[in-house]
Protein backbone atom coordinates (compact mmCIF):
# COMPACT_ATOMS: atom_id res chain seq x y z
CA UNK A 1 0.00 0.00 0.00
CA UNK A 2 2.67 2.89 1.08
CA UNK A 3 4.50 2.17 -2.00
CA UNK A 4 1.69 2.54 -3.80
CA UNK A 5 0.40 5.90 -1.95
CA UNK A 6 4.12 7.25 -2.05
CA UNK A 7 4.53 6.76 -5.26
CA UNK A 8 2.70 10.66 -6.23
CA UNK A 9 5.06 11.86 -2.90
CA UNK A 10 8.01 10.15 -4.50
CA UNK A 11 8.53 12.90 -7.13
CA UNK A 12 9.23 15.38 -5.19
CA UNK A 13 12.73 16.62 -5.73
CA UNK A 14 15.54 17.93 -3.69
CA UNK A 15 15.66 21.46 -4.04
CA UNK A 16 18.25 22.51 -3.10
CA UNK A 17 20.01 21.41 -5.88
CA UNK A 18 18.02 23.52 -8.13
CA UNK A 19 18.16 26.77 -7.23
CA UNK A 20 17.73 30.22 -8.54
CA UNK A 21 21.31 31.71 -9.68
CA UNK A 22 23.28 28.90 -8.04
CA UNK A 23 26.78 29.63 -7.77
CA UNK A 24 28.29 27.25 -6.22
CA UNK A 25 31.04 28.02 -3.69
CA UNK A 26 34.52 26.44 -4.58
CA UNK A 27 35.18 22.87 -2.88
CA UNK A 28 37.43 22.46 -0.60
CA UNK A 29 39.05 18.56 0.70
CA UNK A 30 39.28 17.97 4.75
CA UNK A 31 41.19 14.80 4.79
CA UNK A 32 39.00 13.82 8.34
CA UNK A 33 35.45 14.53 6.44
CA UNK A 34 35.91 14.56 2.91
CA UNK A 35 34.88 17.15 0.45
CA UNK A 36 32.99 20.00 1.91
CA UNK A 37 31.68 23.14 0.50
CA UNK A 38 33.24 26.53 2.22
CA UNK A 39 29.17 28.07 2.36
CA UNK A 40 26.02 26.86 2.11
CA UNK A 41 24.18 25.80 -0.87
CA UNK A 42 22.21 28.81 -2.23
CA UNK A 43 18.66 28.60 -1.31
CA UNK A 44 15.16 30.30 -2.69
CA UNK A 45 14.11 33.24 -1.73
CA UNK A 46 13.42 33.74 1.24
CA UNK A 47 9.84 35.44 1.86
CA UNK A 48 9.49 37.86 4.31
CA UNK A 49 7.88 37.63 7.99
CA UNK A 50 7.66 39.41 11.11
CA UNK A 51 5.10 37.62 12.93
CA UNK A 52 3.66 38.52 16.45
CA UNK A 53 4.96 35.23 17.60
CA UNK A 54 8.53 36.96 17.92
CA UNK A 55 7.36 38.24 21.03
CA UNK A 56 7.39 35.08 22.86
CA UNK A 57 11.46 34.94 23.01
CA UNK A 58 12.83 35.62 26.23
CA UNK A 59 14.58 39.15 26.60
CA UNK A 60 18.55 38.36 27.01
CA UNK A 61 18.58 39.11 30.37
CA UNK A 62 16.05 36.38 31.52
CA UNK A 63 17.54 34.09 33.79
CA UNK A 64 15.29 31.44 31.89
CA UNK A 65 16.68 32.12 28.42
CA UNK A 66 16.60 29.01 26.82
CA UNK A 67 20.23 28.26 25.19
CA UNK A 68 18.67 28.49 21.72
CA UNK A 69 16.92 31.61 22.41
CA UNK A 70 20.41 33.35 23.44
CA UNK A 71 21.57 32.45 19.65
CA UNK A 72 18.15 34.64 18.51
CA UNK A 73 17.31 30.59 17.45
CA UNK A 74 19.73 30.73 14.75
CA UNK A 75 21.57 27.80 16.63
CA UNK A 76 20.27 24.83 18.76
CA UNK A 77 22.27 23.58 22.13
CA UNK A 78 23.72 19.99 22.24
CA UNK A 79 22.44 17.00 24.01
CA UNK A 80 24.13 17.86 27.24
CA UNK A 81 23.41 21.33 26.93
CA UNK A 82 19.61 20.69 26.79
CA UNK A 83 19.67 18.52 29.32
CA UNK A 84 21.20 20.39 31.75
CA UNK A 85 19.37 23.18 31.70
CA UNK A 86 16.18 20.98 31.35
CA UNK A 87 17.24 19.93 34.66
CA UNK A 88 17.78 22.92 35.98
CA UNK A 89 14.12 24.03 34.71
CA UNK A 90 12.85 20.97 36.87
CA UNK A 91 14.08 21.59 39.69
CA UNK A 92 13.19 24.90 39.98
CA UNK A 93 9.93 23.94 39.28
CA UNK A 94 7.00 21.59 41.43
CA UNK A 95 4.92 21.26 38.21
CA UNK A 96 7.47 19.41 36.28
CA UNK A 97 8.78 16.11 36.79
CA UNK A 98 11.85 13.88 35.14
CA UNK A 99 11.07 10.63 34.08
CA UNK A 100 14.05 8.47 32.67
CA UNK A 101 12.99 6.49 29.78
CA UNK A 102 15.92 4.29 28.83
CA UNK A 103 19.01 5.18 26.52
CA UNK A 104 19.61 4.73 22.88
CA UNK A 105 21.44 2.82 21.31
CA UNK A 106 24.77 4.68 22.10
CA UNK A 107 23.96 5.11 25.36
CA UNK A 108 22.85 8.73 26.03
CA UNK A 109 19.38 9.16 28.19
CA UNK A 110 16.04 9.00 26.66
CA UNK A 111 14.16 11.24 29.04
CA UNK A 112 10.72 12.63 29.83
CA UNK A 113 9.46 15.94 31.39
CA UNK A 114 5.74 15.53 32.79
CA UNK A 115 4.31 19.09 33.32
CA UNK A 116 0.80 18.86 35.69
CA UNK A 117 -0.72 21.94 37.79
CA UNK A 118 -0.49 18.70 40.68
CA UNK A 119 3.49 18.06 38.99
CA UNK A 120 2.52 14.42 39.03
CA UNK A 121 5.45 11.91 39.30
CA UNK A 122 3.96 8.89 38.00
CA UNK A 123 1.25 8.05 35.34
CA UNK A 124 -1.50 6.87 37.47
CA UNK A 125 -0.98 10.32 39.53
CA UNK A 126 -1.46 11.88 36.35
CA UNK A 127 -4.52 10.14 35.12
CA UNK A 128 -5.69 10.87 38.61
CA UNK A 129 -6.41 14.32 38.11
CA UNK A 130 -8.22 13.22 35.23
CA UNK A 131 -7.35 15.70 32.90
CA UNK A 132 -6.45 14.88 29.12
CA UNK A 133 -2.87 14.63 28.46
CA UNK A 134 -0.71 15.83 25.80
CA UNK A 135 2.38 13.95 24.15
CA UNK A 136 4.78 15.91 22.17
CA UNK A 137 8.41 14.88 21.20
CA UNK A 138 11.18 16.22 19.28
CA UNK A 139 14.25 15.07 16.86
CA UNK A 140 12.74 11.84 16.01
CA UNK A 141 14.57 12.56 13.03
CA UNK A 142 17.56 15.26 14.14
CA UNK A 143 18.25 17.22 11.60
CA UNK A 144 14.57 18.14 12.24
CA UNK A 145 15.01 19.47 15.68
CA UNK A 146 12.21 22.96 15.86
CA UNK A 147 10.22 20.69 18.12
CA UNK A 148 12.78 20.74 20.94
CA UNK A 149 13.74 24.44 21.64
CA UNK A 150 10.08 25.01 21.22
CA UNK A 151 9.18 22.80 23.70
CA UNK A 152 11.84 23.97 25.90
CA UNK A 153 10.21 27.76 25.44
CA UNK A 154 7.07 26.61 26.22
CA UNK A 155 7.59 23.89 29.32
CA UNK A 156 9.45 27.82 30.84
CA UNK A 157 6.57 29.38 30.24
CA UNK A 158 4.28 26.95 31.65
CA UNK A 159 6.05 27.21 34.62
CA UNK A 160 8.66 29.41 36.41
CA UNK A 161 7.79 31.85 33.33
CA UNK A 162 3.83 32.00 33.97
CA UNK A 163 2.65 33.00 30.71
CA UNK A 164 0.91 29.83 29.75
CA UNK A 165 0.32 28.54 33.11
CA UNK A 166 -3.45 28.43 33.39
CA UNK A 167 -2.86 25.90 30.45
CA UNK A 168 -2.00 23.28 33.50
CA UNK A 169 -5.14 24.05 34.72
CA UNK A 170 -7.46 22.02 31.90
CA UNK A 171 -4.30 19.79 30.55
CA UNK A 172 -0.85 18.34 31.41
CA UNK A 173 1.67 17.91 28.62
CA UNK A 174 4.66 14.97 28.33
CA UNK A 175 7.56 16.54 26.85
CA UNK A 176 10.00 14.22 25.03
CA UNK A 177 12.72 16.78 23.66
CA UNK A 178 14.97 14.36 21.50
CA UNK A 179 13.70 10.99 20.50
CA UNK A 180 16.84 10.40 18.32
CA UNK A 181 19.79 11.90 20.67
CA UNK A 182 21.90 9.94 18.99
CA UNK A 183 21.35 11.37 15.71
CA UNK A 184 21.27 14.52 17.48
CA UNK A 185 24.70 14.53 18.14
CA UNK A 186 26.17 13.51 14.67
CA UNK A 187 25.84 17.08 14.09
CA UNK A 188 27.33 19.32 11.43
CA UNK A 189 26.31 22.51 9.52
CA UNK A 190 26.16 19.98 6.65
CA UNK A 191 22.65 17.64 7.90
CA UNK A 192 20.46 19.36 5.69
CA UNK A 193 21.24 20.91 2.84
CA UNK A 194 18.02 22.05 2.12
CA UNK A 195 16.92 23.38 5.07
CA UNK A 196 17.64 26.84 6.36
CA UNK A 197 19.06 26.37 9.88
CA UNK A 198 19.71 26.07 12.64
CA UNK A 199 23.51 26.32 12.26
CA UNK A 200 23.99 23.14 13.41
CA UNK A 201 21.59 20.17 12.21
CA UNK A 202 21.98 16.64 13.69
CA UNK A 203 21.19 13.63 11.16
CA UNK A 204 18.08 12.21 10.22
CA UNK A 205 18.52 8.37 11.29
CA UNK A 206 19.79 6.78 14.70
CA UNK A 207 23.33 5.22 15.39
CA UNK A 208 22.37 1.97 13.60
CA UNK A 209 21.37 4.33 10.61
CA UNK A 210 17.66 3.46 11.10
CA UNK A 211 14.97 5.53 10.31
CA UNK A 212 12.65 5.93 13.25
CA UNK A 213 9.76 6.67 11.80
CA UNK A 214 9.30 3.61 9.37
CA UNK A 215 9.94 1.33 12.70
CA UNK A 216 6.62 2.14 14.21
CA UNK A 217 5.12 -1.34 12.93
CA UNK A 218 8.10 -3.53 13.25
CA UNK A 219 9.62 -2.00 16.16
CA UNK A 220 13.42 -2.87 15.56
CA UNK A 221 14.69 0.33 17.61
CA UNK A 222 14.89 0.85 21.44
CA UNK A 223 14.02 4.94 20.63
CA UNK A 224 10.48 3.66 19.46
CA UNK A 225 10.02 0.83 21.41
CA UNK A 226 10.84 3.17 24.39
CA UNK A 227 7.80 6.12 22.75
CA UNK A 228 5.76 2.86 22.30
CA UNK A 229 6.45 2.32 26.12
CA UNK A 230 5.30 5.66 27.31
CA UNK A 231 1.85 5.37 25.07
CA UNK A 232 0.99 1.94 27.01
CA UNK A 233 1.89 3.64 30.25
CA UNK A 234 0.62 7.43 30.28
CA UNK A 235 -2.03 6.51 27.85
CA UNK A 236 -1.86 10.27 26.77
CA UNK A 237 -5.10 11.66 24.44
CA UNK A 238 -3.10 13.42 21.75
CA UNK A 239 0.51 13.30 20.42
CA UNK A 240 2.38 15.53 18.36
CA UNK A 241 5.54 14.17 16.47
CA UNK A 242 7.56 17.35 14.82
CA UNK A 243 9.46 17.78 11.79
CA UNK A 244 10.40 19.47 9.43
CA UNK A 245 9.72 19.35 5.48
CA UNK A 246 11.61 18.26 2.33
CA UNK A 247 10.57 19.06 -1.02
CA UNK A 248 9.04 21.79 -2.70
CA UNK A 249 8.43 25.84 -1.64
CA UNK A 250 5.65 27.45 -0.38
CA UNK A 251 4.52 30.07 1.86
CA UNK A 252 2.95 27.74 4.59
CA UNK A 253 5.62 27.99 7.05
CA UNK A 254 3.94 24.81 9.39
CA UNK A 255 1.99 22.20 8.06
CA UNK A 256 0.07 19.48 10.04
CA UNK A 257 -2.61 16.50 9.10
CA UNK A 258 -3.44 12.95 9.94
CA UNK A 259 -5.31 10.24 8.96
CA UNK A 260 -9.00 10.73 7.65
CA UNK A 261 -12.56 9.64 8.66
CA UNK A 262 -11.86 7.02 5.98
CA UNK A 263 -9.21 5.50 8.13
CA UNK A 264 -8.99 3.42 11.33
CA UNK A 265 -10.03 6.71 13.59
CA UNK A 266 -13.10 7.77 12.30
CA UNK A 267 -14.34 9.37 15.23
CA UNK A 268 -10.88 10.53 16.29
CA UNK A 269 -10.80 12.13 13.09
CA UNK A 270 -13.82 14.10 12.92
CA UNK A 271 -12.43 15.47 16.49
CA UNK A 272 -9.42 16.51 15.04
CA UNK A 273 -11.00 18.13 12.38
CA UNK A 274 -13.91 20.04 13.81
CA UNK A 275 -12.06 20.86 17.19
CA UNK A 276 -8.26 20.65 16.82
CA UNK A 277 -7.55 22.31 13.42
CA UNK A 278 -9.73 25.11 13.76
CA UNK A 279 -8.11 26.42 16.91
CA UNK A 280 -4.43 25.55 15.39
CA UNK A 281 -5.77 27.57 12.19
CA UNK A 282 -6.73 30.56 14.11
CA UNK A 283 -4.24 30.67 16.67
CA UNK A 284 -1.06 30.17 14.66
CA UNK A 285 -2.53 33.01 12.12
CA UNK A 286 -3.04 34.97 14.82
CA UNK A 287 0.67 34.74 15.94
CA UNK A 288 1.34 35.74 12.37
CA UNK A 289 2.02 32.10 10.99
CA UNK A 290 0.70 30.84 7.90
CA UNK A 291 -0.76 27.63 8.48
CA UNK A 292 -1.83 24.69 5.76
CA UNK A 293 -2.26 21.16 5.22
CA UNK A 294 0.06 18.28 4.79
CA UNK A 295 1.94 19.02 1.24
CA UNK A 296 3.20 16.10 -0.69
CA UNK A 297 2.43 17.47 -3.93
CA UNK A 298 2.23 14.95 -6.66
CA UNK A 299 4.42 16.90 -8.82
CA UNK A 300 6.62 19.71 -7.77
CA UNK A 301 7.70 21.57 -10.37
CA UNK A 302 3.77 21.58 -11.40
CA UNK A 303 1.14 22.42 -8.63
CA UNK A 304 -1.56 22.18 -10.65
CA UNK A 305 -1.00 18.16 -10.77
CA UNK A 306 -2.84 18.12 -7.61
CA UNK A 307 -1.65 18.13 -3.12
CA UNK A 308 -1.81 14.20 -2.22
CA UNK A 309 -3.88 13.68 0.85
CA UNK A 310 -1.64 10.78 1.68
CA UNK A 311 -2.99 7.94 4.22
CA UNK A 312 -0.06 7.03 6.49
CA UNK A 313 0.34 3.36 7.33
CA UNK A 314 1.53 1.87 10.71
CA UNK A 315 5.12 1.87 10.03
CA UNK A 316 4.49 6.47 10.66
CA UNK A 317 4.05 8.31 13.48
CA UNK A 318 0.56 9.19 12.40
CA UNK A 319 -0.16 5.96 10.77
CA UNK A 320 0.70 3.66 13.92
CA UNK A 321 -1.74 6.58 16.29
CA UNK A 322 -4.13 5.77 13.81
CA UNK A 323 -4.86 2.02 13.81
CA UNK A 324 -4.37 2.28 17.62
CA UNK A 325 -6.95 4.67 17.60
CA UNK A 326 -4.83 7.58 19.20
CA UNK A 327 -5.23 10.71 18.17
CA UNK A 328 -1.88 11.69 16.50
CA UNK A 329 -0.63 14.94 14.76
CA UNK A 330 1.68 14.90 12.06
CA UNK A 331 3.49 18.38 12.11
CA UNK A 332 6.21 19.54 9.30
CA UNK A 333 7.44 22.72 9.44
CA UNK A 334 8.23 24.22 5.80
CA UNK A 335 12.36 23.63 5.98
CA UNK A 336 12.60 27.08 3.46
CA UNK A 337 11.64 29.31 6.37
CA UNK A 338 14.37 30.39 8.83
CA UNK A 339 14.95 28.63 11.81
CA UNK A 340 13.28 31.03 14.60
CA UNK A 341 10.26 30.94 12.60
CA UNK A 342 9.63 27.65 12.54
CA UNK A 343 10.10 27.19 16.23
CA UNK A 344 8.26 29.81 17.33
CA UNK A 345 5.41 28.43 15.38
CA UNK A 346 6.21 24.92 16.96
CA UNK A 347 5.66 26.76 19.86
CA UNK A 348 2.22 28.47 19.29
CA UNK A 349 0.61 25.69 17.85
CA UNK A 350 1.83 22.90 21.06
CA UNK A 351 -0.19 25.84 22.97
CA UNK A 352 -2.87 25.56 21.16
CA UNK A 353 -3.14 22.10 21.14
CA UNK A 354 -2.73 22.09 24.76
CA UNK A 355 -5.69 24.65 25.08
CA UNK A 356 -7.85 22.75 22.85
CA UNK A 357 -7.53 19.93 24.61
CA UNK A 358 -8.14 21.40 28.21
CA UNK A 359 -11.56 23.07 26.11
CA UNK A 360 -12.66 19.84 24.19
CA UNK A 361 -10.39 16.49 25.86
CA UNK A 362 -13.91 15.24 27.11
CA UNK A 363 -15.20 14.99 23.38
CA UNK A 364 -11.89 13.82 22.50
CA UNK A 365 -11.70 10.93 25.16
CA UNK A 366 -15.52 10.03 23.64
CA UNK A 367 -14.40 9.53 20.43
CA UNK A 368 -11.41 7.53 21.11
CA UNK A 369 -13.57 5.26 23.35
CA UNK A 370 -15.94 4.80 20.25
CA UNK A 371 -12.79 3.71 17.70
CA UNK A 372 -11.46 1.19 20.71
CA UNK A 373 -14.86 -0.28 20.82
CA UNK A 374 -15.47 -0.29 17.07
CA UNK A 375 -14.85 -3.78 15.43
CA UNK A 376 -14.97 -2.99 11.34
CA UNK A 377 -15.10 -5.55 9.05
CA UNK A 378 -13.71 -5.81 6.70
CA UNK A 379 -10.80 -4.11 8.00
CA UNK A 380 -9.03 -2.14 4.91
CA UNK A 381 -4.88 -2.49 4.55
CA UNK A 382 -4.17 0.65 3.01
CA UNK A 383 -5.56 3.30 0.55
CA UNK A 384 -4.36 4.70 -2.62
CA UNK A 385 -6.19 7.32 -4.64
CA UNK A 386 -9.12 6.27 -6.87
CA UNK A 387 -7.83 7.40 -10.48
CA UNK A 388 -11.57 6.87 -11.91
CA UNK A 389 -13.13 9.65 -8.61
CA UNK A 390 -13.17 13.25 -9.32
CA UNK A 391 -11.37 14.92 -7.00
CA UNK A 392 -12.13 18.27 -5.06
CA UNK A 393 -9.83 21.25 -5.65
CA UNK A 394 -8.51 23.86 -2.85
CA UNK A 395 -6.50 26.61 -2.08
CA UNK A 396 -2.64 26.43 -2.58
CA UNK A 397 -0.24 29.39 -1.53
CA UNK A 398 2.69 28.43 -3.63
CA UNK A 399 5.40 30.13 -5.09
CA UNK A 400 5.79 30.94 -8.44
CA UNK A 401 8.56 28.48 -10.20
CA UNK A 402 10.24 28.77 -13.46
CA UNK A 403 12.29 25.73 -15.48
CA UNK A 404 15.14 25.78 -17.54
CA UNK A 405 17.50 23.72 -19.08
CA UNK A 406 20.34 22.80 -16.86
CA UNK A 407 23.44 22.39 -18.44
CA UNK A 408 24.01 20.27 -14.98
CA UNK A 409 21.75 17.72 -15.41
CA UNK A 410 20.75 18.22 -19.02
CA UNK A 411 16.58 17.81 -18.37
CA UNK A 412 15.19 20.84 -17.05
CA UNK A 413 15.90 22.84 -13.90
CA UNK A 414 13.48 24.48 -11.15
CA UNK A 415 13.99 27.69 -9.96
CA UNK A 416 11.64 29.49 -7.71
CA UNK A 417 11.32 33.38 -7.75
CA UNK A 418 10.30 34.01 -4.54
CA UNK A 419 7.14 35.58 -5.26
CA UNK A 420 3.92 33.74 -4.04
CA UNK A 421 1.20 32.43 -5.96
CA UNK A 422 -2.48 31.52 -5.06
CA UNK A 423 -3.54 28.46 -7.12
CA UNK A 424 -6.60 26.13 -6.94
CA UNK A 425 -5.23 22.73 -7.23
CA UNK A 426 -7.18 18.79 -6.92
CA UNK A 427 -6.70 17.34 -3.39
CA UNK A 428 -5.98 13.70 -4.40
CA UNK A 429 -7.17 11.82 -1.43
CA UNK A 430 -5.99 8.48 -0.27
CA UNK A 431 -9.04 7.18 0.42
CA UNK A 432 -9.32 3.81 -1.51
CA UNK A 433 -8.59 0.73 -0.38
CA UNK A 434 -5.82 -1.28 -1.87
CA UNK A 435 -7.40 -4.59 0.06
CA UNK A 436 -9.38 -5.85 2.68
CA UNK A 437 -9.78 -8.52 4.87
CA UNK A 438 -12.35 -10.46 6.76
CA UNK A 439 -11.88 -9.69 10.24
CA UNK A 440 -11.20 -12.99 12.01
CA UNK A 441 -12.22 -13.75 15.35
CA UNK A 442 -8.36 -14.66 16.19
CA UNK A 443 -5.22 -15.64 15.37
CA UNK A 444 -2.87 -18.29 16.49
CA UNK A 445 0.98 -18.07 16.54
CA UNK A 446 3.32 -20.68 17.01
CA UNK A 447 5.36 -21.29 19.97
CA UNK A 448 8.25 -21.27 17.56
CA UNK A 449 8.14 -17.58 16.67
CA UNK A 450 9.26 -16.03 20.06
CA UNK A 451 10.61 -12.56 18.10
CA UNK A 452 7.29 -11.87 16.44
CA UNK A 453 4.90 -12.78 19.63
CA UNK A 454 7.37 -10.53 21.66
CA UNK A 455 7.26 -7.54 19.57
CA UNK A 456 3.23 -7.89 19.67
CA UNK A 457 3.21 -7.51 23.38
CA UNK A 458 5.64 -4.63 22.78
CA UNK A 459 3.07 -3.19 21.12
CA UNK A 460 0.51 -3.75 24.11
CA UNK A 461 -1.94 -6.54 22.12
CA UNK A 462 -3.51 -8.60 24.44
CA UNK A 463 -3.25 -12.22 23.94
CA UNK A 464 -4.03 -15.47 25.93
CA UNK A 465 -0.83 -17.99 26.06
CA UNK A 466 -1.37 -21.70 25.99
CA UNK A 467 0.21 -24.09 28.83
CA UNK A 468 -0.31 -27.07 27.17
CA UNK A 469 -0.86 -28.49 23.33
CA UNK A 470 -3.93 -27.60 21.92
CA UNK A 471 -5.37 -28.56 18.16
CA UNK A 472 -7.54 -25.78 16.63
CA UNK A 473 -9.51 -25.69 13.18
CA UNK A 474 -8.04 -23.00 11.07
CA UNK A 475 -7.27 -21.47 7.72
CA UNK A 476 -3.92 -20.87 6.84
CA UNK A 477 -2.33 -18.40 4.01
CA UNK A 478 -0.37 -20.41 1.28
CA UNK A 479 2.23 -17.86 -0.34
CA UNK A 480 2.72 -18.03 -4.19
CA UNK A 481 5.38 -16.70 -5.85
CA UNK A 482 7.08 -14.55 -3.41
CA UNK A 483 8.35 -11.66 -4.69
CA UNK A 484 11.75 -10.11 -2.34
CA UNK A 485 13.29 -6.65 -2.50
CA UNK A 486 16.35 -6.70 -4.56
CA UNK A 487 18.26 -3.93 -1.57
CA UNK A 488 17.84 -3.90 1.92
CA UNK A 489 15.02 -1.75 3.32
CA UNK A 490 15.50 0.11 6.83
CA UNK A 491 17.76 -2.95 8.22
CA UNK A 492 15.19 -5.78 6.19
CA UNK A 493 15.05 -7.52 2.61
CA UNK A 494 10.77 -6.22 2.09
CA UNK A 495 8.77 -9.94 0.55
CA UNK A 496 5.37 -9.97 -0.46
CA UNK A 497 3.31 -12.52 -1.98
CA UNK A 498 0.14 -13.60 -3.47
CA UNK A 499 -2.32 -16.26 -1.04
CA UNK A 500 -4.36 -19.00 -1.08
CA UNK A 501 -6.45 -19.88 1.89
CA UNK A 502 -6.50 -23.62 3.25
CA UNK A 503 -8.45 -25.17 5.95
CA UNK A 504 -5.88 -26.96 8.22
CA UNK A 505 -6.53 -28.11 12.15
CA UNK A 506 -3.11 -27.63 13.66
CA UNK A 507 -1.78 -28.36 16.89
CA UNK A 508 -0.33 -25.73 18.73
CA UNK A 509 2.35 -26.10 21.32
CA UNK A 510 2.66 -25.08 24.80
CA UNK A 511 3.75 -20.85 24.11
CA UNK A 512 1.76 -20.56 21.02
CA UNK A 513 -0.58 -17.39 21.68
CA UNK A 514 -4.37 -17.08 20.84
CA UNK A 515 -4.74 -13.30 19.55
CA UNK A 516 -8.42 -12.22 19.58
CA UNK A 517 -9.21 -9.02 17.25
CA UNK A 518 -11.99 -8.18 19.32
CA UNK A 519 -9.82 -5.46 21.45
CA UNK A 520 -8.94 -2.28 21.14
CA UNK A 521 -5.79 -3.53 19.49
CA UNK A 522 -7.59 -5.79 16.88
CA UNK A 523 -7.09 -3.63 14.09
CA UNK A 524 -3.41 -2.93 14.97
CA UNK A 525 -2.96 -6.83 15.08
CA UNK A 526 -4.95 -7.48 11.92
CA UNK A 527 -2.29 -5.33 9.91
CA UNK A 528 0.57 -6.70 11.75
CA UNK A 529 -0.29 -10.30 10.57
CA UNK A 530 -2.42 -10.01 7.75
CA UNK A 531 0.58 -10.93 4.95
CA UNK A 532 -0.94 -8.82 2.55
CA UNK A 533 -0.22 -5.70 4.60
CA UNK A 534 2.65 -3.09 3.42
CA UNK A 535 3.32 -3.32 7.10
CA UNK A 536 2.85 -6.80 8.26
CA UNK A 537 5.85 -8.59 9.87
CA UNK A 538 5.63 -11.05 7.22
CA UNK A 539 6.56 -8.13 4.67
CA UNK A 540 8.93 -6.62 6.73
CA UNK A 541 11.19 -10.02 6.80
CA UNK A 542 10.57 -11.81 9.72
CA UNK A 543 9.34 -15.17 7.91
CA UNK A 544 11.84 -15.65 5.39
CA UNK A 545 12.75 -19.42 6.79
CA UNK A 546 9.76 -20.22 5.46
CA UNK A 547 10.44 -19.58 1.98
CA UNK A 548 13.35 -21.66 1.86
CA UNK A 549 12.99 -25.55 0.68
CA UNK A 550 14.93 -27.97 3.12
CA UNK A 551 14.35 -31.42 1.64
CA UNK A 552 14.68 -32.75 -1.61
CA UNK A 553 14.26 -35.90 -3.81
CA UNK A 554 17.22 -37.44 -6.41
CA UNK A 555 16.61 -37.83 -9.89
CA UNK A 556 16.73 -41.43 -9.73
CA UNK A 557 14.62 -41.70 -6.66
CA UNK A 558 11.81 -39.25 -8.88
CA UNK A 559 11.79 -40.80 -12.16
CA UNK A 560 10.60 -44.43 -11.19
CA UNK A 561 8.15 -42.95 -8.87
CA UNK A 562 6.52 -40.86 -11.34
CA UNK A 563 6.55 -43.42 -14.16
CA UNK A 564 4.41 -45.36 -11.60
CA UNK A 565 2.08 -42.31 -10.63
CA UNK A 566 1.53 -41.33 -14.33
CA UNK A 567 0.77 -45.18 -14.94
CA UNK A 568 -1.53 -45.47 -11.72
CA UNK A 569 -3.51 -42.48 -12.27
CA UNK A 570 -4.61 -41.50 -15.76
CA UNK A 571 -5.93 -37.88 -14.70
CA UNK A 572 -2.45 -37.41 -13.56
CA UNK A 573 -0.44 -37.74 -17.24
CA UNK A 574 -3.03 -35.77 -18.78
CA UNK A 575 -2.18 -32.95 -16.27
CA UNK A 576 1.66 -33.37 -16.94
CA UNK A 577 0.80 -32.80 -20.48
CA UNK A 578 -1.06 -30.04 -19.89
CA UNK A 579 1.37 -28.74 -17.71
CA UNK A 580 4.62 -28.92 -20.65
CA UNK A 581 2.14 -27.29 -23.17
CA UNK A 582 1.29 -24.39 -21.22
CA UNK A 583 4.92 -23.98 -19.55
CA UNK A 584 7.70 -23.74 -22.05
CA UNK A 585 10.22 -23.33 -18.93
CA UNK A 586 8.74 -26.57 -17.30
CA UNK A 587 8.73 -28.49 -20.62
CA UNK A 588 12.46 -27.17 -21.55
CA UNK A 589 13.90 -27.76 -17.38
CA UNK A 590 14.54 -31.48 -16.52
CA UNK A 591 14.91 -30.35 -13.09
CA UNK A 592 11.62 -28.70 -12.95
CA UNK A 593 9.76 -31.84 -14.41
CA UNK A 594 11.00 -33.86 -11.81
CA UNK A 595 10.16 -31.32 -9.04
CA UNK A 596 6.38 -30.84 -10.60
CA UNK A 597 6.32 -34.64 -9.55
CA UNK A 598 8.47 -34.74 -6.40
CA UNK A 599 5.76 -32.05 -5.34
CA UNK A 600 2.73 -34.16 -5.88
CA UNK A 601 4.25 -36.92 -3.61
CA UNK A 602 3.33 -37.31 0.32
CA UNK A 603 7.05 -36.78 0.58
CA UNK A 604 7.16 -33.18 -0.19
CA UNK A 605 7.49 -30.77 2.30
CA UNK A 606 3.04 -29.80 2.93
CA UNK A 607 4.52 -26.89 5.18
CA UNK A 608 6.87 -25.24 2.75
CA UNK A 609 5.81 -21.60 1.95
CA UNK A 610 2.86 -21.99 4.72
CA UNK A 611 2.57 -18.69 6.49
CA UNK A 612 2.44 -20.10 10.37
CA UNK A 613 0.41 -17.22 11.61
CA UNK A 614 -3.52 -18.90 11.35
CA UNK A 615 -7.12 -17.52 11.29
CA UNK A 616 -9.62 -18.72 13.40
Same mark, same amino acid.
Given at each position: ????????????? $????????????? $???????????????????????????????????????????????????????????????????????????????? /???????????????? %??????? /???????????????????????????????????????????????? $????????????????? &???????????????????? @???????????????????????? !?????????????????????????? +???? %???? @?????????????????????????? @???????????????????????????????????? +?????????? /?? !??????????????????????????????????????? @?????????????????? +?????????????? /???????????? #???????? =????????????????????????????????????????????????????????????????????????????????? &????????????????????????????????????? !??????????????? =??????????? +???????????????????????? #????? !?? $? #???
Amino acid at each position: MLAALMSLAAALP $VVADEMKNAARSP $VQQDPQKGPQMSSPAELPPLLPWDGASRSLMAEKDDPWITPAEVTDLVATPDYATTLAWLQRLVAASPKLQWVNLGASPE /GRSLIMVVASAGGAAS %AAELHAS /GKPVLLAHGGIHSGEIDGKDAGLMLLRDLTVGGSQSSLLEHASLLFIP $VLNPDGHERSSPYGRVN &QRGPEQMGWRTNARNLNLNR @DFAKLDTEEVRTLVGVLEEWRPDL !YLDLHVTDGADYQYDITFGHNGAHGH +SPAI %ARWL @DHRLTPMLNQELQAAGHIPGPLVFLA @DSSDPSRGNLGWTAGPRFSNGYGDARHLATVLVENH +SLKPYHQRVL /GT !YVLMAAALEALGEHGEELRTATAEDRRSRRDPVPLGWTV @DPQKEHPTVRFLGVESRT +SLSPISGTLRLDYT /GEPVTLEIPYLL #ADKPVAEV =QRPKAYWIPAAWSEVIRRLELHGIEMERLDEPREVAVKMYRLLDPQLDDMPFEGHVRVSAATRLEDRTEVFAPGSVRIPTD &QPLGDLAILLLEPASSDSFFQWGFFHSILQRTEYMEG !YVVEPLAERMLAENP =QLEEEFRQALL +SDPELAGDPRARLRWFYARTPYFD #ARWRL !YP $V #ARE
